[in-house]
C-alpha cells in the first residue's frame, strides 16, 4: 500500500485520501482504444504499441519493462500475437495480473509454415470486441471493487454503440452479391471478418508480416486475381504499400483504398476501434458494391 505524507508529519495510508487510479498497460492501439471507453478516469493507461505501428515487428524497450513491472494490470491480446510481450513478461515476472482480452473466443484455426495455429486477429469481428470489452471490464472490477458499477456502466454504453455498428454492417454487406465477395490484403489480418460476413480475404503474406511473400507466391496471386475477376486490393495502414500497388498494376485491378487491420489510426475517425472498423467496412462497400 502507498503512503502519504501530511503537514502534520504523519504517513496515512492513501487510499484514506483518494482513491488510487488503477496502472493498467496494453499492449497496442487497439487494446488501449477499448480500455479507455471502459476505464474512463479510473485508470492510468500506458499502451506499448503505438497507432500505425505493427506489433508483429514490435521490439520493446527498457521503459517498456518498467511500466509492465508497476502495472495493476496488464492486457494482452493473447491467441500468439504478442511473443515479445511473452518473452518480456518472463524476464522480467511483473506483479500485476495479465490478462488476454480475447479469452473466451472461439479461434479460426490456420495452416502457417506446416503447423496449425490460431489466427490472433479476432478483434476483426464485432462480436468477438464484445467479448474483449466484457473481460476487460470484468478485469478492472475485480481490481478496482469501488468503481466496478462505473465500469459496467460505461461498458454497456460502449456495447450499445458496438450492436448498431454490428446492425449497419449487417445490413450493408448482405447486399454484396456472392461474386463480389473477394478481397486482397497485404497479410491475413481479416479472417474472422471474412467469416462473419462470408468475405473471402485473400493475402500474400500469412498471419505475421514478419516474412515477405516470394516471387512465386506474388505471381500465383495475380494470376488468381485475373482469372477469379476480383475487382479491388486494399493496402493496410502498418505495411508498405508498394507491394499490393504493384499487385494491382500487374493483375489490372484497382487499389480500393486503406484497410487498418493490426493499428488504430495516429489520427482522423479510424484513430478509434468503432471508428475503424467503421472506415473498413465503408471502404470495402466502396470498392465491392454493385
Same mark, same amino acid.
Given at each position: ?39 474512463? %478516469? ?12 505493427? !506489433? ?5 524497450? /527498457? ?22 510481450? =511473452? ?49 476487460? !471490464? ?5 481490481? %478496482? ?10 461498458? %454497456? ?87 499490393? =500497388?504493384?499487385?494491382?498494376?500487374? !493483375? ?16 482522423? /475517425? ?11 467496412? %465503408? ?8
Amino acid at each position: 500500500m502507498r503512503y502519504l505524507l501530511f503537514a502534520l508529519g504523519l504517513w496515512l495510508p492513501l487510499s484514506l485520501q483518494a482513491a488510487e487510479k488503477l496502472n493498467v498497460v496494453t499492449s497496442f492501439s487497439i487494446l488501449a482504444d477499448l480500455t479507455r471507453e471502459v476505464g474512463g %478516469d479510473h485508470i492510468d493507461l500506458i499502451n506499448l504499441v503505438d497507432a500505425d505501428a505493427d !506489433a508483429h515487428l514490435y521490439e520493446p524497450s /527498457p521503459d517498456d519493462a518498467k511500466a509492465l513491472l508497476r502495472a495493476d494490470l496488464i492486457i494482452a491480446n493473447g491467441l500468439g500475437f504478442e511473443p515479445w510481450l =511473452e518473452r518480456v513478461l518472463a524476464s522480467s515476472e511483473p506483479s500485476g495480473k495479465r490478462i488476454n482480452a480475447s479469452a473466451g473466443v472461439v479461434p479460426l484455426m490456420l495452416n502457417e509454415d506446416g503447423e496449425r495455429v490460431p489466427d490472433p486477429h479476432a478483434w476483426q469481428s464485432l462480436t468477438n470486441a464484445e467479448i474483449y470489452v466484457r473481460n476487460i !471490464a470484468k478485469a478492472l472490477g475485480e481490481l %478496482d471493487p469501488a468503481h466496478r458499477d462505473v465500469y459496467d456502466e460505461r461498458r %454497456d454504453a460502449y456495447l450499445t454503440r458496438l450492436h448498431a455498428l454490428l446492425k449497419k454492417a449487417d445490413a450493408q454487406i448482405a447486399s454484396l452479391p456472392p461474386s463480389q465477395r473477394k478481397v486482397v490484403t497485404s497479410h491475413d489480418a481479416f479472417g474472422y471478418l471474412g467469416q462473419a460476413w462470408q468475405l473471402e480475404f485473400i493475402a500474400p503474406q500469412g498471419l505475421s508480416t514478419h516474412d515477405e511473400p516470394s516471387a512465386a507466391d506474388v505471381a500465383s496471386l495475380i494470376r488468381q486475381i485475373r482469372s477469379e475477376g476480383v475487382r479491388a486490393v486494399f493496402v493496410e495502414n502498418i505495411r508498405d504499400p508498394r507491394l499490393i =500497388e504493384q499487385i494491382a498494376d500487374e !493483375a489490372g485491378a484497382t487499389v480500393g483504398g486503406t484497410l487498418y487491420s493490426d493499428a488504430l489510426a495516429s489520427e482522423g /475517425p479510424a484513430s478509434t476501434y468503432l471508428g475503424m472498423f467503421e472506415h473498413n467496412l %465503408d471502404t470495402l462497400m466502396a470498392a465491392l458494391k454493385p
